[in-house]
Nanobody
Framework: QVQLVESGGGLVQAGGSLRLSCAAS????????MGWFRQAPGKEREFVAY????????YYADSVKGRFTISRDNAKNTMYLQMNSLKPEDTAVYYC??????????????????WGQGTQVTVSS
């Protein structure tokens, strides 16, 4: 069992920045690849970013590429999402997830075994 807790969300103006954190406890954090997803009202949960267990491989949704950066610190059992140049369309609840997935298909919600409770990000225009 892995417990995940997101933090760092809030209200920011367009063009601003936020850094989200995902703190893990329970089973060894470094055994899992991690991902960030988001869900806007009335929409399905969508993939944002993925990072392999070692941190040496990452990939992003096209909508955030070049603006968001995913990273992790296995010594601190924590993953991060640095979000820059935020846009109103980035407004959503952001969730972190843990998975054993590596390689193709790790953008799919169904391959994630554990989820946090989410943190709200609101970007005003």
């Amino acid at each position: 069992q892995v417990q995940l807790v997101e933090s760092g969300g809030g209200l920011v103006q367009a063009g601003g920045s936020l850094r989200l954190s995902c703190a893990a406890s329970g089973r060894t954090f470094s055994y899992y690849a991690m991902g960030w997803f988001r869900q806007a009202p009335g929409k399905e949960r969508e993939f944002v970013a993925y990072i392999r267990w070692s941190g040496d491989s990452t990939y992003y949704a096209d909508s955030v590429k070049g603006r968001f950066t995913i990273s992790r610190d296995n010594a601190k059992n924590t993953m991060y999402l640095q979000m820059n140049s935020l846009k109103p369309e980035d407004t959503a609840v952001y969730y972190c997830g843990a998975t054993h997935c590596s390689g193709y298909g790790c953008h799919v919600v169904g391959v994630y075994n554990y989820w946090g409770q989410g943190t709200q990000v609101t970007v005003s225009s």
